[in-house]
């Protein structure tokens, strides 16, 4: 599925919101998309449709999107005194401008040093290192449990999936899984580590899941119910 470069701009009584079009073969009608991450409106497109023809179906379905637009959840920015989840758990972010070191973490605080102006750049990167060191090491310990290997771990803020896994090993997630509960990271580390031995969604993989996994269907709900909040911090 290609996303077309250019977007527009669909005005609403309190806000301006960016419409894109995506262009799918496969697709039979025009669908239209609330992109939770990126706060826009995706227009899919099937074969023969043109952008004008989807933006008209956009505009004849105006309410039904303002009415989603609404239940978009306020966004919380990486700030001295913001609320963030860190593996499920609300961490207050405190600056600390004196303070020796970088970002650190205690008693369910993210403590931040150095000038203000860095806080939520260092804040993000830190999630990321996190992230990376969470997710890279269940991910290896779970494919040695199937006697396989992982070729790379790599790391991206992905809105359309919080993992993926290719044929020559190679595991994508979405670093946000850092904010999410422990067992909901681990859950998806196991999914995209069973997608080593089978690369489809049959009884075999989802049995496969559930040996290196004692949370498939918890987690799966929680991410069904939660996941598109993780999307609001660092925004």
């Known amino acids: 599925m290609a996303e077309a470069a250019d977007l527009h701009l669909m005005d609403f009584e309190r806000r301006s919101v960016p419409l894109v079009f995506q262009e799918n073969r496969r ?21 023969r449709t043109t952008r004008h023809e989807g933006k008209r179906f956009a ?13 978009l959840p306020e966004t919380v920015a990486f700030a001295h005194g913001s609320v963030i989840p860190f593996l499920g758990i609300p961490h207050r972010i405190r600056h600390r401008a004196n303070a020796r ?5 205690e008693e369910q605080e993210i403590h931040v040093a150095g000038h203000e102006d860095h806080v939520a750049r260092r804040v993000s990167d830190w999630l990321k290192l996190e992230a990376r060191r969470e997710i890279e090491a269940r991910a290896r310990a779970k494919a040695e449990q ?8 790599i790391l991206r803020d992905t809105k359309s999936r919080w993992g993926s896994c290719t044929t020559d090993g190679v595991l994508s997630f979405s670093w946000r899984l850092v904010l999410a509960p422990r067992h909901v990271l681990d859950y998806v580390v196991a999914h995209e580590v069973a ?4 690369m489809n969604h049959g009884p075999r993989f989802w ?4 040996e290196i996994c004692r949370s498939v269907q918890s987690a799966r709900v929680w991410l069904e119910e939660n996941g598109t909040d993780l999307y609001r911090y660092g925004r």
């Open 27 to 47: 697709a039979r009608r025009i669908i239209l998309r609330l992109d939770y991450g990126a706060s826009r409106i995706v227009v899919v497109l099937p074969k």
């Open 101 to 105: 070191g970088v970002v650190w973490c």
């Open 207 to 210: 049995r496969l899941c559930s």
């Open 146 to 153: 199937l006697g396989k290997q992982v070729k790379r771990v």
């Open 195 to 198: 997608h080593l031995r089978e």
């Open 59 to 71: 505009l004849q379905n105006r309410d039904w999107i303002e009415e989603r637009l609404d239940q």
